[in-house]
T-cell receptor
Framework: DTAVSQTPKYLVTQMGNDKSIKCEQNLGHDTMYWYKQDSKKFLKIMFSYNNKELIINETVPNRFSPKSPDKAHLNLHINSLELGDSAVYFC?????????????FGPGTRLLVL | QKEVEQNSGPLSVPEGAIASLNCTYSDRGSQSFFWYRQYSGKSPELIMFIYSNGDKEDGRFTAQLNKASQYVSLLIRDSQPSDSATYLCAVNRGSNYKLTFGKGTLLTVNP
C-alpha cells in the first residue's frame, strides 16, 4: 500500500513545453506539500494545501500552478518549462498543520528539461 | 545567514563507531526539529523529531536539542553501512507548518 504516490516517476521534456505531475495520498491527511530538490540536494518548499486551500506559497514563478481537487490529491502544473526547472519534485503530506507533525514524502518525480 | 545550516560532509566513520551530525538554525522562534534520512535516489524519511531541550533516544539514534545555542544534533551509535545516506535537518516555527531544511550531511559508514 503506497502512502504517498506520484506520477510520473520520470519526465523528460523540451524547453517551453507544459507538463503536469500528480500526487495522491491514502493516509487521510489534511495537508499536502510540493517540494523541489535541486542538483545540490537542497530541499525547498514550494506550496502547501490544507483541505484543498492554499496555505503556503513560496517565491515560486507563476509558471508553477498547484491544484488540489480534493484533500487526497495535489497536482502541479508547470507552464513554459525552463532548463532551471530540472530537479526532483517531491510531494508530501501530514495529518494537520500544527507544525509538529511528521511529513511523509512520495517517491519523487525526476524532471529533466532539455 | 542561512536559516538551517549543516556541514555538507562527507562524514566518514568506521562501522561500529558513533556518527555525530550537527545542525544550527537562525530563527529563535523555532519549536520543532526533525531529522530525515535520504538514501541516494530515494525520498526523505523521518528518523526522529524533538521539541524540548535535552536528549531524546530511539534505538541507536539520539537527538539532542539546545535552544539557547540554536543547535540540534543527531548521534548514531554502532553505525552500520546501511546508515550511509544524507541526513537532513528540518526546522519548524511551530504554528507555521512550513519545514525549512538544511542542505544535508552525507554520511558514509565504512565496513
Amino acid at each position: 500500500d503506497t502512502a504517498v504516490s506520484q506520477t510520473p516517476k520520470y519526465l523528460v521534456t523540451q524547453m517551453g513545453n507544459d507538463k503536469s505531475i500528480k500526487c495522491e495520498q491514502n493516509l487521510g491527511h489534511d495537508t499536502m506539500y510540493w517540494y523541489k530538490q535541486d542538483s545540490k540536494k537542497f530541499l525547498k518548499i514550494m506550496f502547501s494545501y490544507n483541505n484543498k486551500e492554499l496555505i503556503i506559497n513560496e517565491t515560486v514563478p507563476n509558471r508553477f500552478s498547484p491544484k488540489s481537487p480534493d484533500k487526497a490529491h495535489l497536482n502541479l502544473h508547470i507552464n513554459s518549462l525552463e532548463l532551471g526547472d530540472s530537479a526532483v519534485y517531491f510531494c508530501a503530506s501530514s495529518p494537520g498543520t500544527s507544525g509538529q507533525e511528521t511529513q511523509y514524502f512520495g517517491p519523487g518525480t525526476r524532471l529533466l528539461v532539455l | 545567514q542561512k536559516e538551517v545550516e549543516q556541514n555538507s560532509g562527507p562524514l566518514s566513520v568506521p562501522e561500529g563507531a558513533i556518527a555525530s551530525l550537527n545542525c544550527t538554525y537562525s530563527d529563535r522562534g523555532s519549536q520543532s526539529f526533525f531529522w530525515y534520512r535520504q538514501y541516494s535516489g530515494k525520498s526523505p524519511e523521518l528518523i526522529m523529531f524533538i521539541y524540548s531541550n535535552g536528549d531524546k533516544e530511539d534505538g541507536r539514534f539520539t537527538a539532542q536539542l539546545n535552544k539557547a545555542s540554536q543547535y540540534v544534533s543527531l548521534l548514531i551509535r554502532d553505525s552500520q553501512p546501511s546508515d550511509s545516506a544524507t541526513y537532513l535537518c528540518a526546522v519548524n516555527r511551530g504554528s507555521n507548518y512550513k519545514l525549512t531544511f538544511g542542505k544535508g550531511t552525507l554520511l558514509t559508514v565504512n565496513p
